[in-house]
């Protein structure tokens, strides 16, 4: 062991030998306004102000109430009145603040007072009655004597909340396989978001790109948004010659044609930002990049898989049609998505 | 090598499959855009003088600048009228600038590359007037243009340094043949996509944003969260941080 070693004692590194010095409190200082009266004057004068901005603010209030009347379906009149009202108003109730504040810190006694900290412990005598009153309690109900009705309270006690449990269990949808399908069908047919107007593969020229969801979302009167946030579909046209399509994916596209879920794989946001030159799709919320000639890879960001490819086809009339639901989920990973 | 009997009569059938799907889907943006003879003779000379380097002597493409076969007067007027050609310099986006020709040189040169071939038409007066439903564009504008150029057109940033540009002072002109010729980066949509009536709203929604006052106050550029976040932190923070420091010292 080294002397080093030896000078120091493991342990409480403070040493209560010797405790850090109480400093008291610091040294009262006088203020102006208690040592002359013309500084006390001046605050007097000052708070007076303050009063009067708020009754300056009040009036701004009223007469902005006046001044921009509301008229209904003209939304800048709502906000120069909500405006002046809202700024008069604040100005009112500021003016009356800092008026206190100002007054209470400059006019108001400036005495310093110490409190000390009493023991939080109740008197010996306190206790004992506390204790006889218990006592009293007990023996009069009968509550350590009588055992029958003591454990059929605790009984009852104790079944009481279960029903509260089993209701909490039961809260909310399950959520099943619901993550895992959306509204796309086979021969669903691709529709105009939000006219729901069916789409020919003719209209999609190279470089259009459509927003589109399935055929009957439009119609929903229950549960639209929900269905819309997992099939929105971008449909894009590219040059076939750009396209480097997986083989066994080779079909799932019509001539240059392909429709990807616009719904990111990271966290859910709509990408939908294409542009017509690189084939990048870019998501606006946290930048993930999609290259939409490259099975929608990412190219940047914090997504992490690709985005799903919808196979489409076309049907005798010429419309594009969906050959099934999307092959894998859509939207962001969940921790069961493989299985 | 040996040919398969059948492999003759695939290809006429793909030949014959392939140009009717091309025609079709190209008869569905073709306008009529004639020019006078003069014109397209003025239009001819201007584009030799000032855009053959590029785009070829027969608009046939070279190198640094695409085919402007088939791309139409729209495109033309739009390009030329918002002063992003001819081009200048080299970057991930074109921008605009001023405007380098007048609009009789614009529109001779626009007749010259319709000539070429048939291509997007410059727009009729009567879907420019902004008198249409503002509030179907506005439905229109936010579900095909927002993600890019900002729920109220503000503008906004795409990868690698391109950018959507704002679109306050965009004539309805130009903003009509932006969205049927697709510039740059920018998708195209066809009026099969958003029809002429579709481009109309969404040109009286853009008009209608620009000509009224936003309702909720101070826009602070309108470009959303970060810059209405950093304004409350700032002031709205500092001055509560200001009146407790206030409120917490002692008067002197």
Redesign the interface.
């Known amino acids: 062991m080294s002397d080093i070693e030896k000078s120091y004692s493991p342990g409480l590194a403070t040493d209560i030998e010797k405790p850090i010095a109480n400093p008291g409190i610091e040294p009262h ?1 006088i ?3 208690d040592k002359s009266e013309k500084h006390a004057r001046t605050a007097e004068k000052q708070i007076a102000v303050m009063f009067g901005v708020s009754v300056v603010g009040a009036i701004i209030a009223i007469w902005g109430f006046f001044a921009f009347p509301i008229v209904d379906g003209d ?2 009149a ?2 120069n009145n909500s ?1 002046w009202m809202g700024l008069g108003m604040a100005l009112s109730m500021f003016g009356i603040g800092f008026g206190a ?1 100002h007054w209470a ?2 006019l108001m006694p400036d005495n310093e007072v110490s409190e000390m900290r009493h023991q939080a412990r109740s008197s010996d005598e306190t206790r004992a009655q506390a204790l006889e009153i218990v006592k009293l309690a007990d023996g009069e109900s009968g509550f350590s004597r009588r055992k029958l009705i003591r454990r059929s309270m605790y009984g009852a006690l104790a079944f009481f909340p279960i029903p509260a449990i089993i209701i909490f269990g039961d809260l909310g949808p399950v959520v099943g396989d619901t993550l895992k399908h959306t509204m796309w069908k086979p021969g669903t047919r691709l529709t ?3 006219t729901g107007i069916p ?2 593969a ?10 589109v969801i399935p055929e009957g979302l439009s119609e929903m009167e229950e549960h639209k948004l929900e269905e819309k946030a997992k099939a929105a579909v971008l449909l ?1 046209r590219v040059n076939p010659s750009d396209l480097n399509e997986d083989p066994a994916k080779a079909d799932w596209s019509y ?1 240059g044609i392909v429709a990807y879920s616009k719904i990111c794989t990271h966290v859910g946001c ?1 990408v ?7 084939h ?1 799709l ?1 998501c ?1 919320c946290h ?1 993930s ?1 999609f290259d939409l000639a490259n099975h929608c890879e990412v190219v ?1 960001g914090p997504a992490s898989r690709p985005l799903p490819q919808l196979p489409i086809a076309v049907d005798a009339e010429g419309y594009l049609i969906a050959q099934s639901d999307f092959l894998e989920p859509v939207g962001p990973s969940f921790w069961d998505i493989r299985k | 090598m040996r040919r398969r009997p059948w492999a003759a009569g695939l290809v006429v059938f793909l030949g014959l499959v392939l140009s009717g799907g091309g025609y079709a889907a190209a008869t569905n943006v073709v306008q009529a855009e004639t020019g006078s003879p003069a014109q397209v003779e003025e239009g001819r000379k201007l584009f030799l003088a000032n855009c053959a380097s590029c785009h070829g002597t027969n608009g046939e493409g070279a190198i640094g600048g695409p085919s402007l076969i088939g791309v139409g007067a729209a495109s033309v007027d739009f390009q030329v009228g918002t002063g992003r050609m001819p081009g200048q310099g080299s970057g991930p986006q074109l921008r605009a600038k001023p405007v380098q020709f007048t609009q009789e040189q614009i529109s001779a040169m626009a007749a010259y590359v319709a000539s070429l071939a048939p291509g997007p038409a410059i727009p009729d007066e009567e879907y420019l007037r902004g008198d249409g439903d503002a509030t179907h564009g506005g439905e229109l504008f936010r579900i095909n243009c927002a993600m890019c150029h900002n729920a109220v057109g503000a503008g906004g940033a795409l990868t690698e340094g391109k950018f959507a540009p704002a679109l306050g002072g965009v004539t309805p002109k130009h903003t009509y043949e932006a969205m049927v010729t697709g510039p740059q980066n920018m998708p195209v949509f066809n009026d099969a996509n958003l029809t002429p009536e579709d481009k109309k709203d969404i040109i009286t929604y853009l008009k209608y944003i620009e000509d009224n006052d936003s309702v909720a106050g101070f826009e602070l550029g309108s470009i959303g969260p970060v810059a209405e976040g950093l304004f409350t932190w700032i002031f709205g923070l500092g001055f509560i941080i200001a009146i407790t420091v206030w409120l917490g010292a002692k008067s002197n």
């Open positions: 200082r203020r102006m306004t939304l800048a709502t906000r405006l504040v810190k400059t105009k978001d939000p789409i020919k003719s209209d999609v020229t190279i470089g259009s790109v459509f927003h894009v001539q709509p939908a930002l294409y542009e017509q030159h690189t990048h870019l606006p930048q990049t940047f």
